[in-house]
């Protein structure tokens, strides 16, 4: 029986030659360029290594003129499967308009919540148009306050996982200072 599997393998030197230091290195990559003019909004994941190297650069998908439903676990499991350390987001709105939606916020935050569990920084979201991008980076809209049912409950989860885990640190711990106070009286 023969199996077979894929490898991801690091893109070719000159590919990792590409930095993605600054929003503005971002916004001039081609792929960007490539759609800040589309009719339809689409949306690009940037995956790089901790010396903001890109790695890749996704199409995560395409929408209608004023919107696009992207599920956060692409993006978290795009940036998993690229082994990326930062990531970033990008993705053109048609109407020219900068500001971040309510769903834009929303997508961002949630999945930044959840790229933090498996410590993957998401360093931007950057909304380009036809002239101009907006950085949520830089405005501070990315974790500002994000609150959100199912993000409380998976931290209370890890908290209270992390905080069986001390307990059962402490409990060894003590037992072992219990033996050796037991072996210094002999």
């Known amino acids: ?3 077979e599997f894929e490898i991801e393998t690091k893109p070719e030197v000159n590919a990792l030659e590409r930095k993605g230091s600054s929003t503005t290195d971002i916004f001039n990559l081609d792929e960007v360029q490539a759609i800040k003019n589309a009719i339809q909004e689409h949306f690009l994941f940037i995956g ?3 010396g903001n190297n890109i790695r890749n650069i996704r199409l995560l998908g395409i929408g209608n003129c004023s919107e696009i ?3 956060s676990k692409d993006i978290v499991r795009t940036a998993l499967l690229t082994a990326s350390e930062k990531v970033v987001l990008v993705h053109n709105h048609p109407s020219n308009n900068l500001q971040p939606s309510k769903q834009d916020l929303y997508i961002t935050n949630y999945t930044n919540k959840i790229l933090e569990i498996f410590n993957i920084q998401m ?3 950057i909304i380009v148009t036809e002239k101009d991008f907006h950085s949520m980076g830089k405005y501070n809209e990315i974790n500002c ?3 959100n049912e199912k993000i409380d409950f998976l931290e209370n989860t890890l908290l209270n996982e992390e905080n069986q885990k001390l307990k059962k640190e402490i409990k060894k711990l003590k037992e072992n200072s219990t033996k050796n106070k ?3 009286y002999r």
């Open 1 to 3: 029986m023969k199996v």
């Open 48 to 50: 790089m290594d901790r």
């Open 69 to 71: 439903n992207i599920d």
């Open 123 to 125: 360093v931007d979201h």
């Open 145 to 147: 306050n994000f609150k």
């Open 182 to 184: 037991q072996k210094d």
